[in-house]
């Protein structure tokens, strides 16, 4: 089964507005870490914010916010404000708890800011 | 700059052939990931290595091997290679593995092409 699920392919924004991007997961451990990357066209990929799941507090990072909704499986990313430095396709990724950490990631999401 | 460097950034060979690629994870960081990035398969974990020993294997073929050397550089070793092995391959490094809230750097990642 998919540990992580990002269900919109492309997603058009325009440049000052808001975008949330959907990512929901599965899990039976209790503890885990939510993770969102960025990679832009030329290829690198960009941490962009964490999520624990003890966190009481959904965490954000300068314009990007994470709404973490534990019940329902769901930490979704919200940029603020776009920019068109922000079109890039954007990756939801979970670690474990089971003592190798690896990342699993979404299928990603890609976004495109216009002026 | 994440900090973490790989070579080649682009390596374009034959069927057949084996290939050696290299990250340098970034300083005091003592884990290892490589991450394999298809079109088809998405981006996949293939495995971990902490402070020189293998923690973690995830899909990763029988053709291909890593290790990390006392140095902590990692090299990522992919023999008999076919087409279906073109891919984007990353490292990424993390600086202990027991804290699920320590965030993953990524290399620029090397571009594999099989011909």
């Known amino acids: 089964a998919q540990k992580i699920t990002q269900t919109q392919p492309g997603m058009f924004v325009q440049e000052k507005e808001a975008v949330t991007l959907d990512c929901t997961y599965d899990?039976?451990?209790?503890?885990?870490?939510l993770f969102w990357y960025k990679q832009p066209s030329s290829g690198e990929m960009i941490f962009l914010i964490y999520?624990?799941?003890?966190?009481?507090q959904n965490a954000t990072e300068g314009r990007y916010s994470l709404n973490f909704q534990k019940a329902r499986k769901s930490a979704n990313l919200v940029i603020s404000a776009s920019q068109l430095g922000d079109s890039a396709m954007y990756f939801c990724?979970?670690?474990?708890?089971?003592?190798?950490?690896?990342?699993?990631f979404g299928a990603g999401t890609t976004v495109t800011v216009r002026a | 700059d994440s900090g973490v460097t790989q070579t080649p950034k682009h390596l374009i060979t034959a069927t057949g052939q084996r290939v050696t690629l290299r990250c340098s994870p970034r300083?005091?960081?003592?884990?290892v990931y490589w991450y394999q990035q298809s079109l088809d398969q998405g981006l996949q974990f293939l495995i971990q290595?902490?402070?020189?020993?293998?923690?973690a294997k995830g899909n990763i073929l029988e053709r291909f091997s890593a290790q990390q050397f006392p140095d902590l550089h990692s090299e990522l070793n992919l023999s008999s290679l076919e087409l279906g092995d073109s891919a984007l391959y990353f490292c990424?490094?993390?600086?202990?593995?027991?804290?699920?809230?320590?965030?993953?750097?990524f290399g620029p990642g090397t571009r594999l092409t099989v011909l």
């Open positions: 990724a979970m670690r474990e708890g089971r003592g190798d950490y690896k990342l699993s």
């Open positions: 990424a490094s993390s600086v202990a593995i027991w804290d699920r809230g320590s965030e993953q750097f």
């Open positions: 290595y902490y402070n020189g020993e293998e923690r």
């Open positions: 899990t039976s451990d209790p503890s885990y870490g």
């Open positions: 999520q624990g799941s003890y966190d009481q």
């Open positions: 300083s005091g960081d003592l884990s």
